[in-house]
């Protein structure tokens, strides 16, 4: 009768050892599994942040664009397949249309360009000369123009030149001279502000033949 109290007390205690081991065991996975699943959710909302919105397509269009692109895609869906074909070619023409009339622009500008002789965007400062006619008399060419001036009047160009210390300022003061005294300079020629090109390249001309005594 004792020895199998003995008997059944080991096997009490092998079965709660074992029951102790098993605990954990399952403890242990489950701290691993809690673990792993943690590291997926953390590596999940990395690659969430990491991703960047698509840009939109309403992107750099005003209001008023955005609120007829709004009331179009409102409408989209009540059209049956042939009106949505007949809208979509609609819109490819436009879109053509446009481009075609950029094209045509952009010719029309550099054949101007060619006829005139210059560079798109850039101001080309005007043919500028000054000729002797008589002992009394000069002539200034600017561009296609002759303009007669007398010798006094020469003369106060010349005071004007020398009077100024660099080209924008010769310009200006030449500028207001002519608008002064002979506004039909301006007109004929076509000058309407002191930053003419042709205005600074008759300052040095002028500087560069004549003296003031």
Same mark, same amino acid.
């Given at each position: 009768?004792a ?9 009490k205690a ?7 081991s ?14 792993a ?6 590596s999940?909302?990395g ?11 309403? $992107? ?6 955005r ?9 989209? *869906?009540?059209? &049956? !397949? /042939? ?12 879109i ?11 010719? $029309? ?5 060619v ?10 400062a *005007?043919?500028? &000369? !000054? /000729? ?20 006094a009047?020469?003369?106060e ?20 001279w ?8 301006l ?11 042709g ?15």
């Amino acid at each position: 009768m004792a020895k199998k109290t003995e008997k059944q007390s080991e096997t009490k205690a092998k079965s709660a050892k074992s029951s102790k081991s098993t605990e954990a065991r399952g403890g242990a996975k489950k701290s691993t599994a809690k673990q792993a699943t943690s590291k997926q959710a953390s590596s999940a909302k990395g690659a969430k942040s990491a991703v960047k919105p698509a840009p939109s397509a309403t $992107e750099g269009l005003n209001e008023q664009q955005r609120a007829l692109i709004e009331k179009i895609e409102d409408a989209l *869906p009540e059209l &049956d !397949v /042939e009106t949505l074909a007949l809208v979509l070619r609609n819109t490819q023409v436009a879109i053509y249309n446009r481009q075609m009339e950029d094209t045509r622009r952009q010719v $029309e500008e550099a054949q101007r360009a060619v006829e005139e002789d210059r560079v798109p965007g850039q101001a080309q400062a *005007p043919g500028v &000369d !000054v /000729e002797q006619i008589s002992d009394q008399s000069f002539v200034i060419v600017y561009g296609p123009e002759r303009i007669f001036f007398n010798r006094a009047e020469l003369r106060e160009i010349a005071r004007i030149c020398w009077a100024a210390e660099d080209e924008k300022s010769g310009a200006t003061r030449l500028f207001k001279w002519f608008e002064r005294e002979r506004r039909d300079f301006l007109l004929d020629t076509g000058v309407t502000s002191p930053s003419d090109t042709g205005l600074k390249e008759l300052w040095s001309l002028v500087r560069s033949r004549y003296k003031v005594s």
